[in-house]
Nanobody, 128 residues
Framework: QVQLVESGGGSVEAGGSLTLSCVVS????????MGWFRQAPGKEREGIGS???????TYGDSVKGRFTISQDNAKSTVYLQMNSLTPEDTAMYYC??????????????????????WGQGTQVTVSS
């Protein structure tokens, strides 16, 4: 079992930036892929980015060039730096971990089928 706790959400104006953090604990497999997905009201969950154990990252088309995922293994923390935010980025953001989460972000596995764990989420609201 993996525990994930997100923080850093909040309200920001369009064009602004936020950095989300996710502290990970528990039974972390060496092969785990970490990342983030989001869900806006009335919309499907969207895998927005992932980072492999070796550090390679993948991003969804809607955030590519604006969002950056990084990890600090010493702190067991994964970060999501979000720049140039728009109202369309308003959503609950979830940190996820699992051997197949990279495949979720790549579109090869649905989140519903995924065996990944995720946290309680942190709300991001972007005003125009």
């Amino acid at each position: 079992q993996v525990q994930l706790v997100e923080s850093g959400g909040g309200s920001v104006e369009a064009g602004g930036s936020l950095t989300l953090s996710c502290v990970v604990s528990g039974d972390i497999s060496i092969g785990y892929c970490m990342g983030w997905f989001r869900q806006a009201p009335g919309k499907e969950r969207e895998g927005i980015g992932s980072i492999e154990p070796a550090g390679s990252t993948t991003y969804g088309d809607s955030v590519k060039g604006r969002f950056t995922i990084s990890q600090d293994n010493a702190k067991s923390t994964v970060y999501l730096q979000m720049n140039s935010l728009t109202p369309e980025d308003t959503a609950m953001y979830y940190c996820a971990a699992g051997t197949d989460f990279c495949a979720v972000v790549a579109g090869r596995v649905s989140l519903r089928e995924s065996e990944s764990d995720w946290g309680q989420g942190t709300q991001v609201t972007v005003s125009s």
